[in-house]
């Protein structure tokens, strides 16, 4: 079956410090690994995302690490600043096959002034 | 270029009653996908329509059924309604086929069931 582990659920960390959100999943066919944001009664925003063929992407503050071998993906995120403050939610798709999209629980990050 | 739209906004409905929620795609998109968000938790997938019919199914009770139209547009419809249900109802659309499956999301409706 096909499930997404995401940790930690809540997550506080000091303005300026570096923040890393992780996951892993359990389907091995999947391929496309997108990050989402959601604020506060907004919808979810995707901010950055990986393809299996690649192990690492970055896009100034934010980066995304895969391991294929494990399982796992994470989100960091470098220099933090208040405005990061939201919940993060990690998915496993199938793009190959245009399939649903299992979400992560989500995790809460706080940027402490 | 136009967003996913969603209507309504809010809305608010007594237990057993019926309730349809409607979705646009962003411009270019065919596949619109509905997911079911509870407070606190992740989107939880329904189903996704493509070329008006349903594609995939997530674990949700017949209860919840869709369409699509031609225009590509979506309705979601819940019969019966449990207070269960209550929960931020979110579309997002794509385009069938294309590598990373990138989704966009609509604003969403809040659901209450009193």
């Known amino acids: 079956g096909e499930n997404v582990e995401q940790h930690p659920s809540t997550l506080s960390v000091q303005e300026g410090d570096s923040a890393v959100i992780k996951c892993t999943y359990s389907?091995?066919?999947?391929?496309?690994f997108p990050w989402y944001k959601q604020e506060l009664g907004k919808r979810p925003q995707l901010i950055i995302d990986?393809?299996?063929?690649?192990g690492e992407k970055k896009d100034q503050r934010i980066a995304v690490t895969l391991n294929k071998t494990a399982k796992h993906f994470s989100l960091h995120i470098t220099e933090t600043q208040p405005e990061d403050s939201a919940v993060y939610f990690c998915?496993?798709?199938?793009?190959?096959?245009?399939?649903?999209?299992?979400f992560g629980k989500g995790t809460r990050l706080h940027i402490l002034p | 270029d136009a967003g996913v739209t969603q209507s309504p906004t809010h809305l608010i409905k007594t237990r057993g009653q019926q309730v349809t929620l409607r979705c646009s795609p962003k411009?270019?998109?065919?596949?619109v996908s509905w997911y079911q968000q509870a407070l606190g938790q992740g989107p939880q997938f329904i189903f996704q329509?493509?070329?008006?019919?349903?594609?995939q199914r997530g674990n949700f009770p017949d209860r919840f059924s869709g369409h699509q139209f031609p225009n590509y547009s979506s309705e979601l419809n819940v019969n019966a309604l449990l207070l269960g249900d209550s929960a931020l109802y979110l579309c997002?659309?794509?385009?069938?086929?294309?590598?990373?499956?990138?989704?966009?999301f609509g604003p969403g409706t809040r659901l209450t069931v009193t």
């Open positions: 411009s270019g998109h065919d596949t």
């Open positions: 997002a659309s794509s385009v069938v086929g294309l590598v990373g499956h990138e989704q966009y």
């Open positions: 329509y493509y070329e008006e019919e349903e594609r």
């Open positions: 389907d091995s066919a999947s391929n496309y």
């Open positions: 998915a496993a798709p199938r793009a190959d096959r245009d399939d649903k999209i299992i």
């Open positions: 990986i393809r299996s063929n690649v």
